[in-house]
C-alpha cells in the first residue's frame, strides 16, 4: 500500500509534486471546490426550506404502501376463489 509519510526532503518533493500533477490532471482546483461547496450548501438550503409533507409528497396516481398492500391482497383472494 503507497504511503505518504515524507521521511525526507527528497521524498517529499517527489510525493508533493506527483500529488500536484494528478490534481491537475483531474481538473481540481480551490476555485473549483469553492463552486461545488456552494452549489451543494444552495442545494441544501432548498431541500430544507421545501420540506414536504408525507402526505402532501405523493404525486398523482402515486400509491402509498397500504395502498398497494390492499390491491396484492385481494388479486391473490381473486387467484385462490378461481
Not at 481538473?27 to 426550506?49: H, I, P, Q, V
Not at 397500504?66 to 378461481?82: H, L, N, P, V, Y
Amino acid at each position: 500500500m503507497p504511503s505518504f509519510a515524507t521521511d525526507s526532503w527528497l521524498d517529499q518533493k517527489v510525493k508533493r509534486g506527483l500529488l500536484i500533477d494528478c490534481m491537475k490532471s483531474l481538473g481540481l482546483s480551490m476555485k473549483r471546490k469553492r463552486k461545488y461547496n456552494k452549489e451543494r450548501r444552495a442545494r441544501m438550503t432548498e431541500r430544507l426550506m421545501l420540506k414536504p409533507s408525507h402526505a402532501g409528497s405523493k404525486a398523482k396516481g402515486e400509491k402509498g404502501d397500504a395502498e398497494r398492500g390492499s390491491e396484492f391482497q385481494k388479486i391473490e383472494q381473486q387467484g385462490t376463489a378461481e
